[in-house]
């Protein structure tokens, strides 16, 4: 079972950067890169949206249009990590962030990291 760890959220002033990480461990003898990646978030009293994803050798990330122009998503194959950097953050990007892989039906979610943007 593949686990993944998130790691890098925290609090920060409207207009800051945060850049979020997912370490992926326990890999099967299936790569890492095999993995489509993806970030998700949820804020209270909200449900879970896709934030953005990134195919299995970053050949396409697709964004979800709140955040596009500020956030990309990235992965370092080499080192089974996928990377969301946040730069003009909002309020209304406060959230737990969840890290999601995905082959083919299954998928493996993180334990997720809280993001705050407040002054």
């Known amino acids: 079972q593949v686990q993944l760890v998130e790691s890098g959220g925290g609090l920060v002033q409207p207009g800051g950067s945060l850049t979020l990480s997912c370490a992926a461990s326990r890999l099967p003898f299936i790569p890492f890169s095999s993995y489509i990646m993806s970030w998700y978030r949820q804020a209270p009293g909200k449900e879970r949206e896709l934030v953005a994803t990134?195919?299995?050798?970053?050949?396409?990330?697709n964004y979800a249009e709140s955040v596009k122009g500020r956030f990309t998503i990235s992965r370092d194959n080499a080192k089974n990590t996928v990377f969301l950097q946040m730069k003009s953050l909002k309020p209304e990007d406060t959230a737990v962030y969840y890290c999601?892989?995905?082959?083919?039906?299954?998928?493996?979610w993180g334990q997720g990291t809280q993001v705050t943007v407040s002054s």
């Open positions: 990134i195919t299995q050798n970053s050949g396409s990330t």
């Open positions: 999601n892989a995905r082959l083919r039906v299954a998928q493996t």
